[in-house]
């Protein structure tokens, strides 16, 4: 069985209505910052980044085109990641020349967006930025530019809204925080 998430969850951190104002802010600027700009991309990863792609893409203005590319990291536990990062779906198009967005649900340690930085800079894009709903700052270990952040949040674990917990519960409307004391894993 996996669990109803009310059993788990410590508070709801960020609200649907809050998520999908500060979402249409970023939208704003980005058509702003790219008004002058051909060939914008938006390169979500895979599968966090979801459920902010695409609200996200619609409120950009800005004519765009998406992909996807998934990565996985080989990590010091379930809930962490370490250095090493392999691209398991890589991208259909070619980035040479293109502007480049990658959007993220949430950068932690920062080792799995600098590794993919670094993967998807040898392809020559035009720009390369990046868009994250979540930031957890504290948590930093490796330098990453952030050009767009939707919240700056503390190092608590949290899910909904893309981000899971073992695979489930990213369908949710809202960013919530887990008590990890309730939180029992399926069986
Ligand atoms: P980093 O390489 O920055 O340490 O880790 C980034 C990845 O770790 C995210 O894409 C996400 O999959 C996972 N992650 C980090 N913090 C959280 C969190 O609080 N909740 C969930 N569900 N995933 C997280
Ligand atoms: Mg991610
Ligand atoms: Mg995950």
Not at 14 to 22: F, K, P
Not at 123 to 148: I, W
Not at 177 to 184: F, G, P, S, T
């Amino acid at each position: 069985m996996v669990q109803d998430y009310h059993e788990f969850l410590a508070e709801v951190l960020i609200s649907e209505e809050q998520l999908q104002h500060r979402i249409h802010e970023l939208g704003e600027e980005i058509s702003n910052d790219y008004k002058d700009e051909d060939q914008l991309l938006l390169v979500c990863i895979l599968r966090g980044g979801v459920m902010f792609l695409t609200d996200l893409m619609r409120s950009i203005r800005h004519p765009h085109a998406i992909e996807f590319m998934a990565v996985s990291s080989y990590g010091v536990g379930r809930r962490e990641t370490s250095g090493q990062t392999r691209i398991t779906l890589d991208l259909n198009t070619d980035i040479q020349d293109k502007n480049v967005i990658l959007v993220e649900d949430i950068i932690d340690s920062g080792f799995t967006l600098a590794s993919v930085l670094e993967m998807l800079s040898l392809r020559k894009p035009r720009s390369l930025s990046v868009c994250t709903l979540l930031d957890k700052a504290e948590r930093r270990e490796v330098y990453v530019p952030l050009k767009y952040v939707g919240f700056t949040i503390s190092n608590k674990f949290v899910f909904g809204y893309g981000l899971d917990i073992d695979d489930y519960y990213r369908n949710l409307p809202f960013v919530g925080v887990v008590d990890l004391a309730r939180y029992k894993p399926a069986s």
